[in-house]
């Protein structure tokens, strides 16, 4: 399947909705949020408002930006969503929501977070592993917080259990500038599965 990239990039952002997290976590979600807005780009998330989900919300919103939140009716009904989106989805399941962020967006990019962004960014890296879709995944390593993940990630390489060419499909970025112009220049490398 070829995916051509809408421009500007509508971006996928998988981060945490906790809202107990450090100052520069939640700064570097807003600056985000911001730099998309500031690019022109869709930020496509979970539609929560606390913690880093909130906070890149916040940012696009305050600098002009679009912004599409996908949550699931359990968690609307909690009142999680963020008020003031430019468009909100209201899916049944976790596996639409991933669903629709996909469909939604041209690049899948991880800031900090917890157990679903860890599912959600490994997921998004297989399925481009398996040819599922041809987007950018990315990491935004903010004060060295994905260090762990990369490790174990070529730890996978160094015993086999992962192509070190496979393992290159993840971007990783400690400054979101040069992370978003790595989206906007990804190419597909057209791998092979095997």
């Not at 990239?5 to 997290?21: D, E, H, M, Q, W």
């Not at 496509?44 to 912004?67: C, K, N, P, S, Y």
Request: net charge negative; hydrophobic share 45%.
């Amino acid at each position: 399947m070829t995916e051509t990239p809408r421009s500007p990039l509508a971006v996928c952002v998988f981060c945490g909705a906790k809202p107990a997290v450090g100052e520069a976590y939640l700064e570097a979600a807003r600056g985000f949020g911001e730099l998309l807005a500031r690019r022109g780009s869709t930020l496509v998330f979970g539609a929560g408002r606390t913690g880093m989900m909130g906070a890149a919300a916040d940012g696009a919103i305050a600098a002009g930006g679009e912004t599409i939140g996908i949550i699931p009716e359990t968690l609307m009904d909690l009142e999680l969503a963020h008020p003031d989106l430019t468009e909100l989805h209201v899916v049944q399941t976790m596996h639409e929501r991933k669903g629709l962020m996909h469909e939604l967006s041209d690049a899948l990019v991880a800031l900090p977070g917890g157990l679903g962004t860890f599912e959600e960014i490994l997921e998004a890296l297989t399925w481009s592993v398996l040819k599922y879709h041809t987007k950018p995944v990315a990491l935004l390593d903010v004060d060295g917080y994905w260090a762990p993940l990369i490790a174990t990630l070529d730890r996978a390489v160094e015993e086999g259990f992962f192509r070190a060419d496979h393992r290159a499909l993840l971007i990783v970025e400690s400054d979101p500038v040069r992370l978003y112009e790595a989206l906007a220049s990804w190419q597909d490398p057209n791998l092979s599965i095997v």
